[in-house]
């Protein structure tokens, strides 16, 4: 007879590959489709490749043979599986099963006991020691080595070596500031390269805390380790990423009030990250308010005026999600997002990422005040005028029918435009639909406005 593969069939083994195929297609999407990739995109990829690898092989190694003939005895078998259990655990019930198996039935809803229909008390699975001795020992006398707790893979891709790690590391978070940074560090390799590893935090309201506390505490003394909080802020970034975490994180109350102390300060790295961070968790429309109201979009405005190449993007994408809602785009305008805007797109600093978030602000009166008197029409018109980017075309031309709408003074310019380039006229024969709609609807209220003056 051949050699039968016990733990072939286990389902444990692959849901960590799952997770980390998915995280890897969606990076190699990003770098495929974004020209503007970030270089630690490459490099999470690479990270994730590299953990599918070691997962591979720690596949192989962990495959158990029996020898030939031998037969599993049946108290040793999970009742589920049919299976030796590696991880027997007891249920409310007092019936045992192994791990992942019960996992898997609890998961799915049901709170009764498989064996027995017996209605369930709790949920809590208590490990069997006294089994998984007496299998240990079989095992030993057959000639079988049967993975350890280190090895044992569960449902959602951890190791129990895995767990007890992590809560170790946050346990070294409230410890002196060398274990604090060596867990910072370690943190963040953890859950830029492991997917479940951001999981984990999902599960105790205590851990974010628990990793905030070092910045907090330091907050209080006047003094933040610079790598230790870049450390922090970037494995906050990371494990905002799963979408399970977003709102967990965004409402732990110490969370945005140290991510607008490292939009203000820290190393540029830091800064940027906490801003990725920002709009990570914006995704949410929820967490668009929680963010919104803390006062979070100055910090973001006064980085963005700051001009640091590598931090821009991140902080303009963060403002275009958060002035979503029409409650945040009257906090950006207060905040002075209008000047500062205006003012990088003058300069031809990003100016396809900011005339997105312009047009947004531009549904805004007092925004569209602030346009036209710090000379926004002029800008838009050249750019019309002089850009090859429908996309751009057509969100200036939407700030300027806003404009045309709003302030009968801002006239003129456009009738001298149009005059000497035919700007108008142009964008509304070639531009995108909407872009002929607001192009058509200046041109007639221009033609309204100079057919009244000839028959005054």
Known sequence: MAKTGIFDSDPTVMPKATE??????????LIVDDVDYRTETIDQARDTLCALKELKTKKRSLSLKLHETVSCPE??????????????????SGQ????????????AGNRTCPRTQQVLSHTILTPNHLIREMISQWCRSQGIELPNSVQYINEEGITEADRDHFLSLLKKMSATLPDQTEAAKELRLLTKRMPSFR?????????????????????????INPNLQEDVITTLLNLSIHDNNKKLVAETPMVIPLLMDALRSGTIETRSNAAAALFTLSALDSNKEVIGKSGAL?????????GH?????????????????????????RDGGVSVILKKIMDGVHVDELLAILAMLS?????????????????MLRIIRESTCD?????????????????????KAMREEESTHGTISKLAQDGTARAKRKATGILERLKRTVNLTHTA
Not at 199 to 223: M, R, T, V, W, Y
Not at 309 to 333: G, P, W, Y
């Open 20 to 29: 980390l195929k998915k995280e890897l297609q969606k990076l190699v999407r």
């Open 75 to 92: 108290e040793f078998k999970c009742p589920l599986s049919k299976e030796l259990m590696r991880d027997p655990v007891i249920l409310a």
């Open 96 to 107: 045992t099963f192994d791990r992942p198996y019960i996992q898997r039935w609890l998961k």
């Open 199 to 223: 999981a984990l935090f999902g599960e105790s309201h205590d851990a974010i805390p628990q990793l905030l506390s070092p910045l907090s505490e330091s907050k209080c003394e006047n003094g």
């Open 298 to 306: 100055k910090p973001l405005i006064d980085l963005l005026d700051e």
């Open 309 to 333: 190449q590598s931090a821009m993007k991140d902080v303009a994408s963060a403002i275009f999600n958060l002035c979503i809602t029409h409650e945040n785009k009257a906090r950006a305008v």
């Open 363 to 379: 549904t805004n009166h007092r925004a569209v005040e602030e346009i036209g008197d710090l000379g926004g029409v002029s800008c």
């Open 391 to 411: 996309r751009n075309k057509e969100n200036c031309i939407a700030i300027l029918h806003t404009i045309c709408l709003s302030d009968r003074t801002k006239w």
